[in-house]
Protein backbone atom coordinates (compact mmCIF):
# COMPACT_ATOMS: atom_id res chain seq x y z
CA UNK A 1 0.00 0.00 0.00
CA UNK A 2 1.47 3.76 -0.65
CA UNK A 3 0.10 5.69 2.23
CA UNK A 4 -1.03 9.26 0.78
CA UNK A 5 -1.22 12.02 3.17
CA UNK A 6 -3.75 14.93 2.57
CA UNK A 7 -3.86 16.99 5.67
CA UNK A 8 -5.72 19.69 3.98
CA UNK A 9 -8.22 18.82 1.52
CA UNK A 10 -10.76 20.26 -0.51
CA UNK A 11 -14.19 20.29 -2.11
CA UNK A 12 -13.21 22.34 -4.97
CA UNK A 13 -16.44 24.18 -6.65
CA UNK A 14 -16.21 25.48 -10.20
CA UNK A 15 -18.40 27.57 -11.41
CA UNK A 16 -18.60 27.91 -15.45
CA UNK A 17 -20.45 30.74 -16.24
CA UNK A 18 -21.15 32.76 -19.40
CA UNK A 19 -20.09 36.70 -19.37
CA UNK A 20 -19.65 36.94 -15.95
CA UNK A 21 -21.07 40.06 -14.19
CA UNK A 22 -18.38 40.81 -11.31
CA UNK A 23 -20.66 43.11 -9.62
CA UNK A 24 -23.95 41.60 -9.93
CA UNK A 25 -26.35 38.33 -9.90
CA UNK A 26 -24.90 35.54 -11.96
CA UNK A 27 -26.15 31.89 -12.80
CA UNK A 28 -23.91 29.45 -13.92
CA UNK A 29 -24.28 27.17 -17.36
CA UNK A 30 -22.10 24.25 -15.51
CA UNK A 31 -21.67 23.34 -11.99
CA UNK A 32 -18.66 20.89 -11.22
CA UNK A 33 -17.55 20.05 -7.39
CA UNK A 34 -14.68 17.63 -6.62
CA UNK A 35 -12.20 16.57 -4.16
CA UNK A 36 -9.66 18.53 -4.74
CA UNK A 37 -6.14 19.04 -2.46
CA UNK A 38 -3.02 17.65 -4.18
CA UNK A 39 -2.75 14.75 -2.21
CA UNK A 40 -6.36 13.41 -3.68
CA UNK A 41 -4.67 14.33 -7.11
CA UNK A 42 -1.80 12.25 -6.51
CA UNK A 43 -3.91 9.55 -4.51
CA UNK A 44 -6.42 9.35 -7.79
CA UNK A 45 -3.29 8.89 -10.10
CA UNK A 46 -1.65 6.22 -8.14
CA UNK A 47 -5.04 4.17 -8.07
CA UNK A 48 -5.43 4.89 -12.02
CA UNK A 49 -1.81 3.23 -12.34
CA UNK A 50 -3.31 0.01 -10.33
CA UNK A 51 -1.56 0.60 -6.84
CA UNK A 52 -3.10 0.16 -3.62
CA UNK A 53 -3.69 3.52 -2.04
CA UNK A 54 -4.59 4.63 0.89
CA UNK A 55 -5.81 8.35 1.67
CA UNK A 56 -4.72 9.67 5.43
CA UNK A 57 -5.54 13.16 6.50
CA UNK A 58 -8.10 15.21 8.31
CA UNK A 59 -11.56 15.81 7.34
CA UNK A 60 -14.75 17.58 8.96
CA UNK A 61 -18.12 19.06 8.73
CA UNK A 62 -20.05 18.22 5.79
CA UNK A 63 -17.36 19.50 3.86
CA UNK A 64 -15.26 16.99 4.51
CA UNK A 65 -17.86 14.32 4.71
CA UNK A 66 -18.75 15.62 0.83
CA UNK A 67 -14.86 15.11 0.47
CA UNK A 68 -14.64 11.42 1.68
CA UNK A 69 -18.12 10.72 -0.08
CA UNK A 70 -16.41 11.60 -3.57
CA UNK A 71 -13.52 9.80 -2.77
CA UNK A 72 -15.26 6.50 -2.13
CA UNK A 73 -17.23 6.90 -5.24
CA UNK A 74 -14.16 7.47 -6.86
CA UNK A 75 -12.75 4.38 -5.83
CA UNK A 76 -10.19 5.23 -3.93
CA UNK A 77 -9.87 4.31 -0.33
CA UNK A 78 -9.38 7.12 2.12
CA UNK A 79 -9.46 7.15 6.22
CA UNK A 80 -10.12 10.31 7.47
CA UNK A 81 -8.85 11.41 10.90
CA UNK A 82 -12.60 13.33 12.15
CA UNK A 83 -11.91 17.17 12.99
CA UNK A 84 -14.18 19.55 14.31
CA UNK A 85 -13.49 22.23 11.73
CA UNK A 86 -14.73 22.52 8.51
CA UNK A 87 -12.72 21.34 5.23
CA UNK A 88 -12.16 24.03 3.11
CA UNK A 89 -13.68 24.47 -0.04
CA UNK A 90 -11.73 26.24 -3.13
CA UNK A 91 -14.13 28.14 -5.69
CA UNK A 92 -13.26 28.67 -8.97
CA UNK A 93 -15.50 31.12 -11.33
CA UNK A 94 -14.25 30.24 -15.45
CA UNK A 95 -15.61 33.51 -17.40
CA UNK A 96 -16.91 31.98 -20.92
CA UNK A 97 -15.88 35.38 -22.70
CA UNK A 98 -12.03 34.94 -22.48
CA UNK A 99 -11.50 31.67 -20.13
CA UNK A 100 -9.97 33.73 -17.75
CA UNK A 101 -10.85 32.21 -13.91
CA UNK A 102 -11.15 33.74 -10.51
CA UNK A 103 -9.99 31.67 -7.47
CA UNK A 104 -10.63 31.66 -4.19
CA UNK A 105 -9.80 29.43 -1.43
CA UNK A 106 -10.26 28.69 1.51
CA UNK A 107 -7.42 28.84 4.64
CA UNK A 108 -8.79 25.32 5.86
CA UNK A 109 -9.52 24.24 8.91
CA UNK A 110 -8.32 24.71 13.17
CA UNK A 111 -6.77 21.38 14.19
CA UNK A 112 -6.25 20.88 17.75
CA UNK A 113 -3.74 18.79 19.55
CA UNK A 114 -6.41 15.92 20.09
CA UNK A 115 -6.60 15.74 16.59
CA UNK A 116 -3.59 16.00 15.87
CA UNK A 117 -2.46 13.12 17.94
CA UNK A 118 -5.45 10.89 17.08
CA UNK A 119 -4.04 11.95 13.24
CA UNK A 120 -0.53 10.48 14.28
CA UNK A 121 -2.15 6.95 16.19
CA UNK A 122 -3.94 6.53 12.77
CA UNK A 123 -0.75 7.64 10.46
CA UNK A 124 1.61 5.17 12.54
CA UNK A 125 -0.59 2.25 12.58
CA UNK A 126 -0.99 2.83 8.61
CA UNK A 127 2.92 2.61 8.39
CA UNK A 128 3.40 -0.53 9.48
CA UNK A 129 1.62 -1.92 6.37
CA UNK A 130 2.99 -0.02 3.87
CA UNK A 131 5.44 0.51 0.56
CA UNK A 132 5.96 4.05 1.35
CA UNK A 133 4.07 7.68 2.11
CA UNK A 134 3.54 10.90 0.06
CA UNK A 135 3.18 13.91 2.04
CA UNK A 136 1.76 16.41 -0.82
CA UNK A 137 -0.07 19.61 0.05
CA UNK A 138 -0.58 22.80 2.13
CA UNK A 139 -0.34 22.36 5.74
CA UNK A 140 -3.82 23.34 7.45
CA UNK A 141 -3.05 26.95 8.82
CA UNK A 142 -2.37 26.19 12.57
CA UNK A 143 -0.25 23.03 11.88
CA UNK A 144 3.60 24.11 12.53
CA UNK A 145 5.98 24.20 9.52
CA UNK A 146 7.58 21.36 10.84
CA UNK A 147 4.91 19.10 10.52
CA UNK A 148 5.68 17.16 7.66
CA UNK A 149 9.29 16.90 9.06
CA UNK A 150 7.71 14.86 11.99
CA UNK A 151 5.99 12.87 9.49
CA UNK A 152 9.04 11.89 7.43
CA UNK A 153 10.75 11.31 10.82
CA UNK A 154 8.08 8.21 11.76
CA UNK A 155 7.64 7.10 8.91
CA UNK A 156 11.73 6.90 8.14
CA UNK A 157 11.65 5.31 11.82
CA UNK A 158 9.14 2.85 10.64
CA UNK A 159 11.06 1.70 7.41
CA UNK A 160 8.75 3.67 5.28
CA UNK A 161 10.46 6.05 2.34
CA UNK A 162 8.77 8.85 1.73
CA UNK A 163 7.89 11.58 -1.11
CA UNK A 164 7.49 15.20 -0.56
CA UNK A 165 5.49 17.52 -2.43
CA UNK A 166 5.41 21.09 -0.38
CA UNK A 167 6.29 24.70 -0.23
CA UNK A 168 8.26 26.92 1.98
CA UNK A 169 9.24 26.21 5.11
CA UNK A 170 7.56 22.97 5.31
CA UNK A 171 9.50 21.60 2.23
CA UNK A 172 12.81 22.99 3.85
CA UNK A 173 11.82 21.21 7.66
CA UNK A 174 10.62 18.34 5.15
CA UNK A 175 13.84 17.99 3.43
CA UNK A 176 15.91 17.91 6.43
CA UNK A 177 14.05 15.18 8.11
CA UNK A 178 15.32 12.67 5.30
CA UNK A 179 12.53 11.65 2.63
CA UNK A 180 13.49 9.65 -0.30
CA UNK A 181 12.38 12.01 -2.54
CA UNK A 182 11.76 15.75 -3.03
CA UNK A 183 9.57 17.58 -5.80
CA UNK A 184 9.74 20.86 -5.79
CA UNK A 185 8.58 23.09 -8.73
CA UNK A 186 10.77 25.88 -10.03
CA UNK A 187 9.15 28.30 -8.42
CA UNK A 188 9.07 26.28 -4.73
CA UNK A 189 13.26 25.86 -5.57
CA UNK A 190 13.41 29.79 -5.95
CA UNK A 191 11.84 30.37 -3.00
CA UNK A 192 14.05 27.75 -0.48
CA UNK A 193 17.46 28.91 -2.79
CA UNK A 194 16.43 32.70 -2.06
CA UNK A 195 16.82 33.49 -5.54
CA UNK A 196 16.19 33.18 -9.07
CA UNK A 197 16.83 30.10 -11.23
CA UNK A 198 15.73 31.25 -14.27
CA UNK A 199 15.62 33.69 -16.82
CA UNK A 200 13.18 35.13 -19.60
CA UNK A 201 10.52 32.40 -18.95
CA UNK A 202 13.53 29.34 -19.16
CA UNK A 203 15.01 27.58 -15.90
CA UNK A 204 19.02 27.90 -15.68
CA UNK A 205 19.55 24.32 -15.72
CA UNK A 206 22.82 24.76 -14.18
CA UNK A 207 21.21 27.02 -11.82
CA UNK A 208 18.39 24.25 -10.69
CA UNK A 209 20.46 21.44 -10.25
CA UNK A 210 22.96 23.38 -7.90
CA UNK A 211 19.85 24.16 -5.71
CA UNK A 212 18.66 21.26 -6.34
CA UNK A 213 21.88 19.45 -4.97
CA UNK A 214 21.67 22.21 -2.05
CA UNK A 215 18.65 20.55 -0.99
CA UNK A 216 19.60 16.10 -1.46
CA UNK A 217 22.87 18.02 0.62
CA UNK A 218 20.20 18.86 3.12
CA UNK A 219 18.81 15.31 3.95
CA UNK A 220 16.70 14.21 1.07
CA UNK A 221 17.78 11.00 -0.43
CA UNK A 222 16.55 12.56 -4.11
CA UNK A 223 15.20 16.13 -5.33
CA UNK A 224 13.26 16.31 -8.31
CA UNK A 225 12.45 19.52 -9.64
CA UNK A 226 9.58 20.01 -11.97
CA UNK A 227 10.52 23.20 -15.06
CA UNK A 228 7.33 22.70 -16.66
CA UNK A 229 8.13 22.80 -20.81
CA UNK A 230 11.51 21.30 -19.85
CA UNK A 231 10.65 18.21 -17.68
CA UNK A 232 12.04 17.16 -14.98
CA UNK A 233 15.53 18.31 -13.60
CA UNK A 234 16.51 15.18 -10.84
CA UNK A 235 19.50 14.92 -8.52
CA UNK A 236 19.86 11.28 -7.68
CA UNK A 237 22.08 9.05 -5.54
CA UNK A 238 22.62 7.87 -9.20
CA UNK A 239 23.82 11.04 -10.71
CA UNK A 240 21.90 14.12 -12.08
CA UNK A 241 19.21 13.52 -14.92
CA UNK A 242 17.28 15.60 -17.48
CA UNK A 243 13.99 14.09 -18.81
CA UNK A 244 12.07 16.21 -21.28
CA UNK A 245 8.31 15.78 -22.48
CA UNK A 246 8.27 15.41 -26.37
CA UNK A 247 6.10 19.11 -26.53
CA UNK A 248 5.44 22.13 -24.64
CA UNK A 249 3.60 20.92 -21.66
CA UNK A 250 0.81 23.04 -22.41
CA UNK A 251 -2.78 23.02 -19.65
CA UNK A 252 -3.23 22.35 -16.19
CA UNK A 253 0.06 23.19 -13.98
CA UNK A 254 -1.35 21.77 -11.06
CA UNK A 255 -2.83 18.50 -12.25
CA UNK A 256 0.74 17.38 -13.99
CA UNK A 257 2.70 18.07 -11.12
CA UNK A 258 0.55 15.51 -9.12
CA UNK A 259 0.67 13.34 -11.36
CA UNK A 260 4.83 13.46 -11.60
CA UNK A 261 4.84 13.21 -7.55
CA UNK A 262 2.22 9.91 -8.55
CA UNK A 263 5.05 8.98 -10.96
CA UNK A 264 8.26 9.06 -8.87
CA UNK A 265 6.40 7.11 -5.57
CA UNK A 266 4.76 4.39 -8.39
CA UNK A 267 8.95 4.21 -9.37
CA UNK A 268 10.29 3.94 -6.34
CA UNK A 269 7.82 1.55 -4.98
CA UNK A 270 8.46 -0.93 -7.70
CA UNK A 271 12.27 -0.46 -7.17
CA UNK A 272 12.93 1.45 -10.61
CA UNK A 273 16.14 2.87 -12.04
CA UNK A 274 15.70 6.70 -12.34
CA UNK A 275 15.75 6.57 -16.22
CA UNK A 276 12.57 4.40 -16.18
CA UNK A 277 10.88 6.19 -13.01
CA UNK A 278 11.98 9.86 -14.84
CA UNK A 279 10.41 8.63 -18.13
CA UNK A 280 6.95 7.34 -16.46
CA UNK A 281 7.03 10.62 -14.66
CA UNK A 282 7.47 12.76 -17.22
CA UNK A 283 4.50 10.81 -19.81
CA UNK A 284 2.42 11.01 -16.65
CA UNK A 285 2.92 14.46 -16.49
CA UNK A 286 2.33 15.42 -20.25
CA UNK A 287 -0.80 13.10 -20.00
CA UNK A 288 -2.06 15.11 -17.21
CA UNK A 289 -1.43 18.59 -18.22
CA UNK A 290 -3.82 17.64 -20.99
CA UNK A 291 -6.59 16.24 -19.27
CA UNK A 292 -9.50 18.74 -18.51
CA UNK A 293 -9.29 18.22 -13.94
CA UNK A 294 -6.05 17.34 -11.88
CA UNK A 295 -5.89 13.61 -11.27
CA UNK A 296 -7.04 12.44 -14.01
CA UNK A 297 -5.13 11.75 -17.39
CA UNK A 298 -6.01 9.38 -20.37
CA UNK A 299 -4.13 6.10 -20.74
CA UNK A 300 -3.25 6.71 -24.50
CA UNK A 301 -1.92 10.12 -23.75
CA UNK A 302 0.49 8.19 -21.18
CA UNK A 303 1.43 5.61 -23.28
CA UNK A 304 1.96 7.63 -26.22
CA UNK A 305 4.03 9.90 -24.19
CA UNK A 306 6.48 6.97 -22.97
CA UNK A 307 8.33 6.36 -26.36
CA UNK A 308 8.66 9.94 -26.58
CA UNK A 309 10.52 11.13 -23.42
CA UNK A 310 14.13 11.47 -23.83
CA UNK A 311 15.78 11.17 -20.74
CA UNK A 312 19.80 11.92 -20.15
CA UNK A 313 22.19 12.21 -17.94
CA UNK A 314 23.62 14.47 -16.76
CA UNK A 315 27.72 15.57 -16.64
CA UNK A 316 28.72 15.41 -13.74
CA UNK A 317 28.88 19.09 -11.74
CA UNK B 1 -47.35 23.67 13.38
CA UNK B 2 -46.99 26.05 10.53
CA UNK B 3 -45.55 24.15 7.65
CA UNK B 4 -43.20 25.98 6.01
CA UNK B 5 -42.45 24.77 1.89
CA UNK B 6 -38.72 25.28 0.67
CA UNK B 7 -38.68 23.32 -2.33
CA UNK B 8 -35.22 24.55 -3.58
CA UNK B 9 -33.43 25.33 -0.39
CA UNK B 10 -29.81 26.21 -1.09
CA UNK B 11 -26.31 26.87 0.98
CA UNK B 12 -25.40 30.38 0.93
CA UNK B 13 -21.61 30.42 1.14
CA UNK B 14 -20.27 33.80 1.56
CA UNK B 15 -16.52 34.91 1.29
CA UNK B 16 -15.18 38.40 2.49
CA UNK B 17 -11.56 39.42 0.56
CA UNK B 18 -10.14 42.32 1.32
CA UNK B 19 -9.47 43.50 -2.52
CA UNK B 20 -10.38 40.64 -4.89
CA UNK B 21 -8.20 39.92 -7.69
CA UNK B 22 -11.13 39.00 -10.22
CA UNK B 23 -8.34 37.60 -12.76
CA UNK B 24 -6.20 35.43 -10.18
CA UNK B 25 -6.28 33.78 -6.81
CA UNK B 26 -7.89 35.14 -3.65
CA UNK B 27 -7.48 33.96 -0.10
CA UNK B 28 -10.57 35.15 1.77
CA UNK B 29 -10.31 36.56 5.31
CA UNK B 30 -13.69 35.25 6.59
CA UNK B 31 -15.85 32.49 5.26
CA UNK B 32 -19.73 32.40 6.05
CA UNK B 33 -21.74 29.06 5.09
CA UNK B 34 -25.64 29.02 6.19
CA UNK B 35 -29.12 27.70 4.70
CA UNK B 36 -30.49 29.92 2.88
CA UNK B 37 -33.54 30.17 0.20
CA UNK B 38 -36.56 32.18 1.46
CA UNK B 39 -38.47 29.55 2.83
CA UNK B 40 -35.70 28.56 5.41
CA UNK B 41 -35.43 32.39 6.35
CA UNK B 42 -39.27 32.41 6.86
CA UNK B 43 -39.44 29.56 9.18
CA UNK B 44 -36.03 30.72 11.34
CA UNK B 45 -38.01 34.05 11.80
CA UNK B 46 -41.27 32.45 13.07
CA UNK B 47 -39.36 30.13 14.88
CA UNK B 48 -37.30 33.42 16.34
CA UNK B 49 -41.13 34.73 17.02
CA UNK B 50 -42.25 31.27 18.95
CA UNK B 51 -44.45 29.91 16.40
CA UNK B 52 -44.22 25.62 16.11
CA UNK B 53 -43.09 24.89 12.72
CA UNK B 54 -42.26 22.65 10.52
CA UNK B 55 -39.72 22.80 7.03
CA UNK B 56 -40.82 20.32 4.59
CA UNK B 57 -38.55 20.51 1.13
CA UNK B 58 -36.75 18.82 -1.60
CA UNK B 59 -33.10 18.15 -0.56
CA UNK B 60 -29.73 15.84 -1.99
CA UNK B 61 -26.37 15.22 -1.53
CA UNK B 62 -23.56 16.44 0.68
CA UNK B 63 -25.36 20.27 0.12
CA UNK B 64 -28.60 18.92 1.17
CA UNK B 65 -27.26 17.16 4.20
CA UNK B 66 -25.33 20.07 4.92
CA UNK B 67 -28.83 22.52 5.01
CA UNK B 68 -30.51 19.95 6.91
CA UNK B 69 -27.85 20.05 9.68
CA UNK B 70 -27.46 23.43 9.99
CA UNK B 71 -31.21 24.00 10.52
CA UNK B 72 -31.20 21.20 13.02
CA UNK B 73 -28.74 23.05 14.70
CA UNK B 74 -30.60 26.13 14.59
CA UNK B 75 -33.60 24.64 16.38
CA UNK B 76 -35.67 24.60 13.09
CA UNK B 77 -37.45 21.08 12.59
CA UNK B 78 -37.27 19.90 8.94
CA UNK B 79 -38.40 16.94 7.53
CA UNK B 80 -36.84 16.73 3.90
CA UNK B 81 -37.84 14.51 0.70
CA UNK B 82 -34.49 13.33 -0.26
CA UNK B 83 -34.06 13.49 -4.04
CA UNK B 84 -31.04 12.27 -6.28
CA UNK B 85 -29.65 15.21 -7.49
CA UNK B 86 -27.42 18.12 -5.29
CA UNK B 87 -28.88 20.81 -3.11
CA UNK B 88 -28.01 24.07 -4.59
CA UNK B 89 -25.28 26.32 -3.26
CA UNK B 90 -25.13 29.98 -3.55
CA UNK B 91 -21.82 31.92 -3.59
CA UNK B 92 -21.52 35.46 -2.87
CA UNK B 93 -17.82 37.40 -2.91
CA UNK B 94 -17.76 40.81 -0.91
CA UNK B 95 -15.14 42.36 -2.17
CA UNK B 96 -13.85 44.41 0.93
CA UNK B 97 -12.70 47.66 -1.06
CA UNK B 98 -15.99 49.01 -1.76
CA UNK B 99 -18.40 46.20 -0.24
CA UNK B 100 -19.67 45.47 -3.97
CA UNK B 101 -20.46 41.65 -4.31
CA UNK B 102 -20.56 39.15 -6.75
CA UNK B 103 -23.33 36.25 -6.69
CA UNK B 104 -23.16 32.70 -8.36
CA UNK B 105 -26.45 31.55 -7.70
CA UNK B 106 -26.64 27.38 -8.84
CA UNK B 107 -30.26 26.72 -10.38
CA UNK B 108 -30.87 23.67 -8.26
CA UNK B 109 -31.21 19.87 -8.55
CA UNK B 110 -33.65 17.87 -11.02
CA UNK B 111 -36.25 16.57 -9.42
CA UNK B 112 -37.79 13.30 -10.93
CA UNK B 113 -41.67 12.28 -11.21
CA UNK B 114 -41.28 9.72 -8.04
CA UNK B 115 -39.44 12.42 -5.94
CA UNK B 116 -42.38 14.87 -6.74
CA UNK B 117 -44.77 11.84 -5.59
CA UNK B 118 -42.82 11.28 -1.99
CA UNK B 119 -42.76 14.88 -1.18
CA UNK B 120 -46.84 15.15 -2.02
CA UNK B 121 -47.17 12.31 0.27
CA UNK B 122 -45.19 13.82 2.90
CA UNK B 123 -47.23 17.19 2.41
CA UNK B 124 -50.44 15.80 2.40
CA UNK B 125 -49.37 13.45 5.66
CA UNK B 126 -48.08 17.27 7.28
CA UNK B 127 -51.28 19.05 6.08
CA UNK B 128 -53.24 17.36 8.49
CA UNK B 129 -52.30 18.72 11.94
CA UNK B 130 -51.36 22.09 10.38
CA UNK B 131 -52.53 25.87 11.03
CA UNK B 132 -50.95 27.15 7.79
CA UNK B 133 -48.85 26.56 4.75
CA UNK B 134 -46.08 28.79 3.71
CA UNK B 135 -44.65 28.54 0.09
CA UNK B 136 -41.92 31.00 -0.35
CA UNK B 137 -39.05 31.26 -2.46
CA UNK B 138 -38.17 29.70 -6.14
CA UNK B 139 -38.82 26.16 -7.84
CA UNK B 140 -36.02 23.67 -8.89
CA UNK B 141 -35.93 24.35 -12.64
CA UNK B 142 -37.55 21.51 -13.67
CA UNK B 143 -40.42 21.73 -11.54
CA UNK B 144 -43.36 22.95 -13.44
CA UNK B 145 -45.05 27.01 -12.62
CA UNK B 146 -48.31 25.64 -11.91
CA UNK B 147 -46.66 23.64 -8.69
CA UNK B 148 -47.72 25.80 -5.96
CA UNK B 149 -50.98 26.42 -7.42
CA UNK B 150 -50.93 22.58 -6.97
CA UNK B 151 -49.72 22.33 -3.29
CA UNK B 152 -52.38 25.24 -2.50
CA UNK B 153 -55.60 23.27 -4.01
CA UNK B 154 -54.32 20.23 -1.72
CA UNK B 155 -53.94 22.87 1.25
CA UNK B 156 -57.58 24.62 0.52
CA UNK B 157 -58.71 20.72 0.53
CA UNK B 158 -57.56 19.72 3.51
CA UNK B 159 -58.61 23.20 5.11
CA UNK B 160 -55.23 24.79 5.64
CA UNK B 161 -54.88 28.47 4.64
CA UNK B 162 -51.78 29.09 2.08
CA UNK B 163 -49.44 31.93 2.25
CA UNK B 164 -47.45 32.48 -1.19
CA UNK B 165 -44.29 34.46 -2.02
CA UNK B 166 -43.07 33.51 -5.43
CA UNK B 167 -42.96 34.99 -8.61
CA UNK B 168 -43.42 35.26 -12.56
CA UNK B 169 -45.89 32.38 -13.34
CA UNK B 170 -45.76 30.37 -10.74
CA UNK B 171 -47.38 33.31 -8.48
CA UNK B 172 -49.78 33.72 -11.28
CA UNK B 173 -50.95 30.40 -11.14
CA UNK B 174 -50.41 30.02 -7.50
CA UNK B 175 -52.54 33.38 -6.83
CA UNK B 176 -55.76 31.97 -8.90
CA UNK B 177 -55.27 28.37 -6.92
CA UNK B 178 -56.87 30.57 -3.87
CA UNK B 179 -54.33 31.09 -1.05
CA UNK B 180 -55.56 33.18 2.07
CA UNK B 181 -52.14 36.06 1.27
CA UNK B 182 -50.20 36.55 -1.43
CA UNK B 183 -47.12 38.47 -1.06
CA UNK B 184 -45.26 39.94 -4.22
CA UNK B 185 -42.39 43.06 -4.05
CA UNK B 186 -43.31 45.54 -6.38
CA UNK B 187 -40.88 44.16 -9.24
CA UNK B 188 -42.85 41.06 -8.83
CA UNK B 189 -46.49 42.87 -8.95
CA UNK B 190 -44.79 44.81 -12.20
CA UNK B 191 -43.78 41.54 -13.89
CA UNK B 192 -47.21 39.86 -13.35
CA UNK B 193 -49.22 43.28 -14.25
CA UNK B 194 -46.87 43.85 -17.40
CA UNK B 195 -46.32 47.37 -16.53
CA UNK B 196 -44.74 49.81 -14.29
CA UNK B 197 -45.97 50.80 -11.07
CA UNK B 198 -43.63 53.20 -10.01
CA UNK B 199 -42.00 56.39 -11.14
CA UNK B 200 -38.34 58.02 -10.24
CA UNK B 201 -37.59 55.10 -7.74
CA UNK B 202 -41.19 55.59 -5.53
CA UNK B 203 -44.00 53.24 -6.29
CA UNK B 204 -47.49 54.53 -7.64
CA UNK B 205 -49.70 53.07 -4.61
CA UNK B 206 -52.83 53.53 -6.91
CA UNK B 207 -51.08 51.57 -9.54
CA UNK B 208 -50.11 49.25 -7.06
CA UNK B 209 -53.43 49.01 -5.45
CA UNK B 210 -55.15 48.54 -8.55
CA UNK B 211 -52.42 45.53 -9.73
CA UNK B 212 -52.81 44.12 -6.04
CA UNK B 213 -56.87 44.32 -6.62
CA UNK B 214 -56.45 42.36 -9.80
CA UNK B 215 -54.37 39.94 -8.07
CA UNK B 216 -57.31 39.33 -5.67
CA UNK B 217 -59.76 38.94 -8.04
CA UNK B 218 -58.49 36.13 -9.75
CA UNK B 219 -58.04 34.13 -6.18
CA UNK B 220 -56.20 35.09 -3.47
CA UNK B 221 -57.53 35.97 -0.45
CA UNK B 222 -55.79 39.17 0.19
CA UNK B 223 -52.52 40.77 -1.80
CA UNK B 224 -49.89 42.56 0.59
CA UNK B 225 -47.34 44.40 -1.63
CA UNK B 226 -43.88 45.17 -0.10
CA UNK B 227 -42.78 48.48 -0.81
CA UNK B 228 -39.35 48.78 0.23
CA UNK B 229 -39.23 51.92 2.09
CA UNK B 230 -42.55 53.04 1.58
CA UNK B 231 -43.31 49.84 3.62
CA UNK B 232 -46.53 47.21 2.98
CA UNK B 233 -50.15 48.05 0.67
CA UNK B 234 -51.96 45.45 1.63
CA UNK B 235 -56.01 44.87 -0.22
CA UNK B 236 -57.90 42.47 1.96
CA UNK B 237 -60.98 41.41 2.33
CA UNK B 238 -61.38 44.13 5.28
CA UNK B 239 -60.41 46.92 2.62
CA UNK B 240 -57.02 48.47 1.91
CA UNK B 241 -54.15 49.38 4.01
CA UNK B 242 -51.42 51.15 4.21
CA UNK B 243 -48.02 50.20 6.85
CA UNK B 244 -45.18 52.43 6.86
CA UNK B 245 -41.96 51.75 8.55
CA UNK B 246 -40.70 54.82 10.85
CA UNK B 247 -37.85 55.51 8.55
CA UNK B 248 -36.11 54.25 5.12
CA UNK B 249 -35.50 50.53 5.21
CA UNK B 250 -32.29 49.84 4.74
CA UNK B 251 -30.08 46.71 4.18
CA UNK B 252 -31.05 43.56 3.79
CA UNK B 253 -33.89 43.38 1.18
CA UNK B 254 -34.61 39.82 0.97
CA UNK B 255 -34.40 39.45 4.66
CA UNK B 256 -36.98 42.14 5.35
CA UNK B 257 -39.19 40.56 2.33
CA UNK B 258 -39.33 36.77 3.95
CA UNK B 259 -39.76 38.74 7.73
CA UNK B 260 -42.67 40.26 6.46
CA UNK B 261 -44.14 36.59 4.74
CA UNK B 262 -43.24 35.05 8.63
CA UNK B 263 -44.92 38.10 10.23
CA UNK B 264 -48.09 37.90 7.85
CA UNK B 265 -48.04 34.08 8.47
CA UNK B 266 -48.01 34.14 12.32
CA UNK B 267 -50.33 37.20 12.51
CA UNK B 268 -52.97 34.65 10.17
CA UNK B 269 -52.72 31.86 12.47
CA UNK B 270 -53.17 33.94 15.67
CA UNK B 271 -56.46 35.18 14.08
CA UNK B 272 -55.08 38.76 14.40
CA UNK B 273 -57.07 41.57 12.53
CA UNK B 274 -55.66 43.21 9.38
CA UNK B 275 -54.12 46.50 11.08
CA UNK B 276 -52.16 44.20 14.15
CA UNK B 277 -50.82 41.56 10.95
CA UNK B 278 -49.15 44.58 8.84
CA UNK B 279 -47.95 46.22 12.13
CA UNK B 280 -46.25 43.04 13.09
CA UNK B 281 -45.03 42.36 9.43
CA UNK B 282 -43.17 45.83 8.97
CA UNK B 283 -42.02 45.88 12.13
CA UNK B 284 -40.49 42.45 11.76
CA UNK B 285 -39.60 43.68 8.15
CA UNK B 286 -37.51 46.81 9.27
CA UNK B 287 -35.90 44.31 11.97
CA UNK B 288 -34.65 42.08 9.53
CA UNK B 289 -33.72 44.55 7.54
CA UNK B 290 -31.05 46.03 10.28
CA UNK B 291 -30.06 42.56 10.49
CA UNK B 292 -26.37 41.00 8.75
CA UNK B 293 -28.33 37.96 8.11
CA UNK B 294 -31.65 36.98 6.03
CA UNK B 295 -33.48 35.05 8.01
CA UNK B 296 -32.33 36.52 12.14
CA UNK B 297 -33.54 40.24 13.70
CA UNK B 298 -33.05 41.74 16.84
CA UNK B 299 -35.73 41.47 19.36
CA UNK B 300 -34.90 44.91 20.44
CA UNK B 301 -35.24 46.37 16.87
CA UNK B 302 -38.61 44.29 16.55
CA UNK B 303 -40.53 45.70 19.59
CA UNK B 304 -38.76 49.44 18.81
CA UNK B 305 -40.58 49.27 15.66
CA UNK B 306 -44.14 48.05 16.77
CA UNK B 307 -44.62 51.71 17.94
CA UNK B 308 -43.20 53.29 15.57
CA UNK B 309 -45.24 51.64 12.27
CA UNK B 310 -48.01 53.98 10.93
CA UNK B 311 -51.03 51.36 9.68
CA UNK B 312 -53.56 53.39 7.64
CA UNK B 313 -56.71 52.50 5.93
CA UNK B 314 -57.45 53.69 3.05
CA UNK B 315 -60.52 55.43 1.41
CA UNK B 316 -62.25 52.65 -1.16
CA UNK B 317 -60.76 52.89 -4.35
Redesign the interface.
Known amino acids: VILVVCLNPALD?T?D?PA?????????SA?H?RPGGKGLNVARTLRALGADVLVLGLAGG??G??VA?ALSEAGVPAAFTAIRG?TR?T?T?VDGRGG????????GPAVDEDEWAQFRVQYEKALAGSAAVVLSGSLPPELPDGTYAELIERAAAAGVPAVLDAHGAALGLGAAAGPAIVKPNLAELEALAGQALSAAGRADEAAVAGAAAALRAAGAGAVVATLGAQGLLAVTGDGDWAARPPAALAGNATGAGDAVTAGLAFGLVAGWPWERRLRHAVALGTAAAAAPVAGEFSDADYARGLDRVTVTRLAAR
Request: charged letters at 15%; a negative charge; aromatic letters at 10%.
Open positions: IHVVDWTGVNRPVAITAGAERFVGAALFNEA
